[in-house]
């Protein structure tokens, strides 16, 4: 009898889950039949150890909110992602049941992120070291964002809602900075919180569009509507956009990946 491997997601409350349906297609569609994965509401982390020793058959994990974070003492080791982002969203259990903690929502963003500078006329030949890039938001996404720019040496600034020595406020953008819009610097805008996500598409990050030109590039983590205001904003005015859905297959696939 072939063995089966399970693999899930843990989070609180888990209503629907772009993993679960990821996986499950991936699994019939390339004919894996010894791997299932499954959903698993687990409200309280103090759960986890008795979780574990309940599902021995599991070898992998997906985490989501609220546990990203809190997860991480309840592991015994973290790879660079998780340790650079401070935050774990994919865990391997091993059969000696040891755990690892990954992050690849880093994997995904970075991946995705060069193959659009290597590819967007504006910046294909340009050295990425020249690059700034404005990262709207300061959560864990932006953890992961901050994360993969600084491997590609692409210089950034943070916005946030929080006055911070290491952030600027959405106010700073509607200055001039030596008489040329603000934005003007920034050829990369990443959109990080999630502003426009549906059903509450009507809103976006409150920055100065009409100063966006077809130089800059706006990316939305952001997947669901497709194109969110933010974009459609940037677009209208010439930009080159792109939304997060790569970035979600691509996370997913390191996930696979990390757990053979
Ligand atoms: N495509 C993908 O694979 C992928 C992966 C991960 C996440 N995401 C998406 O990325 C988004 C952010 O995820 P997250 O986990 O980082 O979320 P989060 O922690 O809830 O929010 C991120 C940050 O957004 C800012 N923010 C939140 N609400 C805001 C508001 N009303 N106005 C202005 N700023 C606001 C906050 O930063 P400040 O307080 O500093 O302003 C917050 O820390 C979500 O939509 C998520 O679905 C996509």
Redo the contacts with the bound molecule.
């Keep these: 009898m072939t063995q089966i491997y399970e693999l899930g997601l843990i989070g609180f409350p888990i209503s629907h889950s772009f993993s679960e349906r990821y996986f499950k297609e991936k699994f019939l569609n390339e004919k894996i039949n010894n791997f299932d994965y499954f959903l698993f509401p687990l409200e309280n982390l103090e759960d986890f150890p008795v979780f574990i020793k309940n599902n021995p058959k599991l070898v992998g994990l997906n985490v989501t909110?609220p546990h990203k974070k809190n997860i991480i003492p309840f592991l015994d080791e973290l790879d660079s992602s998780a340790l650079r982002v401070g935050a774990v969203n994919v865990i391997k259990i091993f059969s000696n049941g040891k755990k690892i903690g990954y992050n690849s929502?880093y994997f995904?963003?970075k991946k995705s992120l060069e193959t659009l500078l290597h590819t967007n006329p504006t910046t294909k030949n340009t050295n990425l070291s020249s690059l700034n890039a404005l990262i709207?938001?300061?959560?864990?996404?932006?953890m992961?964002v901050i994360a993969a720019l600084q491997d590609l040496k692409i210089h950034y600034e943070i916005v946030?809602?929080?006055k911070s020595p290491n952030?600027i406020s959405y106010n700073d953008l509607t200055i001039l900075k030596h008489q040329k819009p603000f934005l003007q610097d920034f050829q990369l805008i990443i959109n990080?919180?999630?502003?426009g996500?549906y059903p509450h598409t009507e809103?976006c990050?409150q920055i100065p569009y009409e100063s966006i030109t077809n130089q800059h590039i706006l990316y939305d983590?952001?997947?669901n509507p497709e194109e969110t205001t933010f974009l459609k904003n940037g677009r209208k005015q010439g930009a080159s956009t792109k939304n997060?859905?790569e970035?979600?297959y691509l996370?997913a696939e390191k996930s696979w990946e990390i757990w053979q």
């Design positions: 909110i929502d995904g963003f709207l938001g300061n959560g864990g996404a932006a992961a946030s809602r929080q952030t990080t919180t999630p502003l996500m809103f990050p983590l952001v997947y997060g859905l970035m979600l996370q």
